[in-house]
């Protein structure tokens, strides 16, 4: 095994619908990251009580598909300075790695490679300065940006943070009460603290107080920025995008009609992702 791979223990498990979950797992002590990065989670489906208490053990053990080590990109949802490690996974049902990672439960071990990766962070800024950020979001690519949103240094730095959370129905909108809070949980904790604009928005039923369209009509016609109540300058938005590919791309050559160039050597508003 690589000196990188150290074995994390599952502390806890959310379960937001049958497609849905967030966990939490120990976090190594020699472990750093930025936040906006992602990491290499591994998993060895033999080896989760979800068969061992099926007594399947022998036979998952003897089953190449089952007995060995698969790894996906996961970003951290948590604080870089949080004592343990939290993720937010979408279930793919023949997906090799999602399918088998639903089975979690308290106590089971996951493989965790402690090296970071990602340029999704807001360290990439050197120009325009911070002012406004945006970020924009649909499902697990939330994920990031809580992790932002968790740190005093994000809060410090920026007038106004807009985060535009997109899923396709209410039940989907994972951590919205975490959300609502965040602004007294961390803004309170620094002098003049940015402030914080929720935008939900559901696109598949209709629901009270959130938007309902895909975000790069939202932008084209002025919706989320009428919205948030600021608009979308070059020389003072910074903007981020996480979620599912279709999304980044269309989302990404909107705002470039809009005027806003992509992040290249610290220059530039829009920074994505990609490691789906």
């Not at 998993?43 to 989760?48: E, G, Y």
């Not at 559901?202 to 932008?219: C, D, F, H, Q, W």
Request: contains cysteine; proline residues 5%; negative net charge.
């Amino acid at each position: 095994m690589s000196d990188n791979i150290q074995t994390v223990t599952v502390l806890s498990k959310t379960t937001w619908t049958p497609n849905l979950f967030s966990f939490t797992v120990s976090r190594p002590e020699s472990f750093k990251f930025t936040a906006g990065q992602f990491v290499r989670l591994g998993v060895n489906p033999s080896q989760l009580k979800y068969y061992q208490e099926q007594n399947d053990a022998k036979d998952a053990a003897t089953d190449a598909a089952l007995n060995e080590d698969i790894f996906r990109a996961y970003s951290i949802v948590s604080s870089p300075f949080d004592e343990v490690l939290e993720f937010f996974s979408i279930v793919i049902p023949d997906g090799a790695f999602t399918s088998q990672l639903q089975h979690l439960q308290v106590g089971d071990e996951l493989l965790l490679n402690t090296m970071p990766f990602g340029f999704l962070t807001l360290a990439r800024y050197q120009k325009p300065l911070p002012k406004d950020l945006w970020l924009l979001a649909t499902g697990t690519g939330l994920a990031p940006f809580l992790s932002m949103l968790q740190d005093l240094k994000t809060w410090e730095d920026y007038e106004h943070i807009v985060l535009a959370y997109s899923a396709r129905s209410i039940e989907e909108l994972a951590y919205v009460e975490q959300i609502e809070r965040l602004q007294e949980d961390f803004g309170t904790l620094v002098d003049n603290p940015a402030k914080l604009i929720f935008i939900p928005i559901v696109t598949r039923e209709p629901v009270e107080g959130a938007l309902s369209e895909r975000l790069p009509k939202l932008l084209l016609e002025g919706t989320l920025q009428a919205s948030a109540g600021i608009d979308l300058d070059i020389d003072t938005t910074h903007v981020m995008l996480c979620g599912n590919p279709d999304m980044v791309e269309d989302t990404k050559e909107t705002l470039k009609t809009l005027g806003l160039v992509m992040n290249r050597r610290g220059e530039g508003n829009i920074a994505v992702e990609n490691y789906w």
